[in-house]
């Protein structure tokens, strides 16, 4: 089984614009407010329900294509008592590189 991730995102415009990209893609992610240990300017993100049928990068080539700005990948640590671990995986600043 494939770990639970997540997109972050600046502005709370292009969380909805990657919402409404989701589901014409039918891709199973839910918006959630953004983990209070990412730091992100939006307080949305999308987290992916199924990551055994989409992968990130797949989700953020999309993205890219579209022109949908995002901030960063996490993707679920261990649990530190109830409470999940986000790990950044890849940010919008190394796509600048590429």
């Given at each position: 089984?494939k770990?639970?991730?997540l997109?972050?995102f600046?502005?709370?415009h ?6 409404r990209l989701?589901k014409e893609?039918?891709?199973n ?7 209070r ?12 329900t199924e990551?055994e ?7 953020i ?7 949908v700005?995002w901030?960063g990948v996490?993707?679920?640590?261990d ?9 950044l995986?890849r940010s919008?600043?190394?796509?600048d590189?590429?």
């Open positions: 089984m770990k639970e991730w997109v972050a600046h502005s709370t292009h969380a909805i614009a990657a919402e989701a893609q039918e891709w992610m839910e918006m959630i407010p953004t983990p240990d990412i730091s992100a300017s939006c307080g949305l993100s999308l987290r992916c990551p049928l989409v992968t990130a990068d797949k989700v080539e999309k993205f890219n294509e579209k022109k700005l901030a996490y993707i679920a640590s649990l530190k008592g109830r409470q999940k671990t986000w790990e995986i919008e600043k190394e796509e590189n590429i």
